[in-house]
Structure formats: structure tokens, C-alpha cells
């Protein structure tokens, strides 16, 4: 019988190394691609203590990154909330990562409502972006409703060993509970490149993030009442989409991806929303059926976001919308190559949660 290797790895160094630095640096111009909700030139305070730790079990082929503790006090908003460092989780094997498994949950194990998760996005600083160039590749990402990326069979995103993913973690409570110590746990299963089994049969897929602002940061203003947000970006790549799902914040609607150059609604995702308008799911859909949803180098993608804020007051920087899929290339070895040098130093890195 195989022994169960279990190991705990703290990344206490990266995490301690980033807090020192967070209000000390500016920000370099070319941390603005992380295109999230960063915009605005307000500061918010670093949350302390926080830290990356990553769980590998060798025997069920998955690992577990956690990040915490965070302490979220009732009421209040994310340009308030102190937030996480970014912290980085160093790949500790060649594969493939199969899914993601978003949950937040308390130092009890108990769970606490995703709600109070405004975002987290995960980066390969060692890939560019294949849609986006000028952006890192963005692998993963969850907001409040937590999305579970599921496993596509035959499917993964291959890593190399030492890969560098940066995690972005921002948090908020619009709830009248205080929650004192919250972990995000993001549990992955993966493939492991040395296995001699069929693990060497998955086929390489690329997260595809197609984003009503384009290529540039995906937060924006969000004015009262019905709007809607549009956006092209165009695949450089022959290939197919094998599903898409949506991202949005609370108050979205709906995210349509439509393919302009061949004049195709390629899905509408409509959210589930509660009574106030808050954002509690958006769909996934698969085209694996068809043997997913063909793409042509040089096919322009339109993507619009539909929202309705009933707040009566413009939310800066409360909006995104994003349609997010895996795109599998019909020649893989043009999107292999897009790896790029990771940023040298993670000690003289900033937080790049600023408004
Ligand atoms: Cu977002």
C-alpha cells in the first residue's frame, strides 16, 4: 500500500516578506494588467497575518492552497476591508491542474457564505495570457458565488514545476455577521506528469477570460438602474471552446458571448439573483457534445454584461463582466510558448489590491 503523503507548506516567507514592502513601494506601472478591480488610486490597508498555506496529497492527486486568517467585521465594504497580500503558490510538480474547488470556511472548518468573498483570481506569472498578451495567464477566479470549476475529462492546464501563481484575494462583508478567522480553501485536483498512466493522455486547455472591457482592468463603474457593458477581443488561434461560464458582481444579470465575424450567439448565461439583486450564480455551459464551440484565428468575440443596480447611487468599480472558458488550440505548440520570465523578486512586490 502506497503511503499517504500529506505535507503542509507554509509560504510564511512570501507572505511576510510582502507586508513590510505593501505601503512602503509605489505601485510599478506594469502591475496595472492584473485587471481586476484595481483602479482608482486609493490605498486599501494590508490585512496582517495572512498567509498562503498548500496541502499536497500525493495519494488522491490533489492539492489544497488556503489562505488566512482573515478577519471580516459586519458592514463593511471592500475599499474598507483590510485585504490579503498577494501571495504566490510555487508548483511543486510538472502536470496538469483538472478543476478548482472554491469554499470559504472558518478556522472550525465550518463553512462561511461565499458572499463574503468579493474575488479571488489566480495568475501563472511564468505564462502570458493568450487572449491578452499583456496580461498574465489567468487560470482560476470566484467571486461571491463561488464558482466551481469542474473537472473537464481529458482535460487540464498544464503546469511546469516551479510555476509561480500568484493569488489574489479580495474580501468584503455585506452582512451583519462578524466573522472572526476566515480561510478561502481552493482544494485542486491534479495530474502528475511523472504518473505512468493515462495521465499523459489529457490534452492541454487554456482558460479563456473574454471581458467586456477588452484586454484592459476588468472593474468598472457600475451606473444605477439597467446598463449594459460590451467589449471585442479577437482569438489569434484556431481551436474550440469546450464551455463557458460568467463572471459578474452583484447586481449582474447576464453575460452574452456573441462571435462577430461569423454573426453567433455562442451562449447567454442568465444569474441567478436574490430579492436584493445580489449575485448569487451564474451558469456554465458546455459544448462538449458538439465537440465544443469552434473558434478561427482572427475570430472577433463580442462579450456583454448586463446589470441592474437599484441602489440609486453609481458603484465605482463594482462592476465586471466576464465570460470565461477553456479554449483548446487545434496546434498546441504555438500557446505552449507563451510563457514569459516571472517577475524576479516577489520580495519587492506590491499589493496590488489598490483602489
Ligand atoms: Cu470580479
Redesign the pocket.
Known amino acids: 500500500m502506497q503511503k499517504k503523503t500529506v505535507l503542509w507548506v507554509s509560504s510564511l516567507a512570501a507572505a511576510s516578506a510582502l507586508a513590510p514592502f505593501s505601503f512602503a513601494q509605489e505601485k510599478p506601472a506594469e502591475h496595472a494588467h492584473h485587471g481586476?478591480?484595481m483602479q482608482g488610486g486609493m490605498h486599501h490597508p494590508v490585512a496582517k497575518g495572512v498567509t498562503l498555506d498548500s496541502k499536497v496529497d500525493s495519494n488522491a492527486h490533489s492539492v489544497t492552497l488556503r489562505v488566512g486568517p482573515m478577519k471580516l467585521p459586519a458592514n463593511t465594504d471592500h475599499m474598507k476591508m483590510p485585504q490579503p497580500p498577494d501571495l504566490v503558490w510555487a508548483v511543486p510538480f510538472e502536470g496538469w491542474l483538472l478543476a478548482y474547488h472554491p469554499r470559504l470556511v472558518d478556522s472550525n472548518g465550518t463553512a462561511v457564505p461565499g458572499t463574503v468573498l468579493h474575488?479571488t483570481a489566480f495568475w501563472n506569472e511564468n505564462r502570458a495570457d493568450f487572449l491578452c498578451p499583456n496580461k498574465e495567464e489567468h487560470i482560476f477566479?470566484a467571486?461571491g458565488e463561488l464558482t466551481d470549476w469542474a473537472e473537464v475529462p481529458g482535460y487540464g492546464y498544464h503546469v511546469q514545476k516551479g510555476d509561480k501563481i500568484r493569488i489574489e484575494t479580495m474580501v468584503y462583508n455585506p452582512t451583519a455577521t462578524s466573522y472572526d478567522r476566515v480561510y478561502l480553501e481552493v482544494q485542486i485536483p491534479f495530474a502528475d506528469a511523472s504518473a505512468p498512466s493515462v495521465e499523459k493522455l489529457i490534452q492541454n486547455a487554456y482558460p479563456a477570460w473574454m471581458d467586456v472591457r477588452s484586454c484592459g482592468n476588468?472593474?468598472y463603474d457600475l451606473p444605477t438602474g439597467k446598463s449594459t457593458k460590451s467589449g471585442t477581443v479577437t482569438v489569434k488561434y484556431d481551436g474550440v471552446l469546450l464551455g463557458v461560464g460568467g463572471?459578474l458582481?452583484d447586481y449582474g444579470r447576464q453575460v452574452v458571448l456573441q462571435n462577430s465575424s461569423r454573426e453567433e450567439t455562442v451562449a447567454t448565461l442568465d444569474a441567478a439573483v436574490d430579492a436584493q439583486g445580489r449575485l448569487e450564480s451564474v451558469p456554465v455551459k458546455l459544448f462538449l457534445q458538439q465537440g465544443g464551440y469552434k473558434f478561427s484565428a482572427n475570430d472577433v468575440l463580442k462579450i456583454s454584461a448586463a446589470y441592474d443596480n437599484p441602489t440609486g447611487k453609481l458603484l465605482r468599480d463594482g462592476a465586471?463582466g466576464?465570460a470565461v472558458g477553456y479554449f483548446v488550440p487545434a496546434d498546441d505548440k504555438a500557446m505552449a510558448a507563451l510563457r514569459r520570465k516571472a517577475k524576479p523578486a516577489h520580495d519587492m512586490a506590491v499589493i496590488s489590491h489598490d483602489h
Open positions: 481586476t478591480f474575488h477566479g467571486g476588468s472593474g463572471h458582481h465586471m466576464i
